[in-house]
């Protein structure tokens, strides 16, 4: 196996993607943040003493996709052409899901942007609820769909 951030001198570089053919490329991540009942009604009606939680973490998901590359030290900067954050509320676990896909028309894919999206969005919610409750776990965030680019399309 040959991991790409690297030189034959074992230093971590960008790696060159100046001959690889545009696509288009999307990515789905998503994963999960355990809570206790009260923030998830309150997050589920809108009625958290902060305002609106999901909101918030979806615009807050969204950015983080825009500032990939500002976090993530060898990421290339990236031309999003869709960001979006959705949340599914699973009632019997208490858990809030979420989902972001992002999209691009590039030379690399955009799976970073996905998880990154993914990962600030559930602290988001996290940072809103901590006065509640700072038991909340966060947990499960994983790729889920990459498509576009000489690797085609991965589905968990």
């Known amino acids: 196996m040959e991991f790409t951030h690297f030189d034959a001198g ?10 690889k053919k545009v696509t288009v490329r999307e990515a ?32 807050a998901g969204i950015m983080a996709v825009k500032r990939t590359s500002d976090l993530i ?18 009632e019997d676990t208490c858990e809030i899901e979420a989902v972001c896909t992002v999209k ?12 990154t999206g993914v990962s600030v969005a559930l602290l988001t919610i996290y940072d809103m ?7 909340m776990v966060i947990q499960d965030i994983c790729l889920e769909r990459k498509s576009g680019g000489k690797s085609g399309i991965y589905e968990r």
């Open 129 to 135: 609820c901590k006065a509640i409750d700072k038991g």
């Open 10 to 19: 074992g230093n971590a570089v960008m790696v060159d993607v100046t001959e």
């Open 28 to 59: 789905k991540a998503s994963g999960r943040i355990q809570v206790n009942r009260e923030i998830f009604e309150a997050v589920r009606e809108g009625t958290a003493s902060k305002g609106d939680v999901a909101g918030t973490a979806r615009i």
């Open 104 to 115: 691009t028309t590039g030379r690399t894919g955009v799976e970073m942007e996905a998880l």
């Open 73 to 90: 030290p060898l990421c290339h900067v990236l031309p999003i052409t869709k960001a979006s954050v959705d949340f599914h509320m699973m």
